[in-house]
């Protein structure tokens, strides 16, 4: 898993971790998202708003 601290450092790469849970799982909440991620809650939703908005993102 990767983590905050030891991840990516570009946007895409980011975008990139943020949608890898999903392939093991049809829906995360944005908390599960954070967790499995490593970011920070608030920057979960940050770069994930915009993919729930389109029916994407977190639930």
């Known amino acids: ?5 030891d991840g990516p450092h ?3 790469g980011r975008v990139t971790a943020l949608l890898e849970p ?3 799982a ?3 909440t944005l908390s599960e998202l954070a967790r ?3 970011f920070p ?3 979960a939703h940050r770069f994930a ?3 729930g908005e389109g ?3 977190p639930t």
């Open 26 to 28: 049809e829906g995360l």
């Open 10 to 12: 570009s946007v895409m």
């Open 49 to 51: 708003a915009p993919a």
């Open 36 to 38: 499995r991620t490593g």
């Open 55 to 57: 029916g994407l993102g």
């Open 1 to 5: 898993m990767t983590t905050a601290l």
């Open 41 to 43: 809650r608030s920057s």
């Open 22 to 24: 999903f392939r093991d």
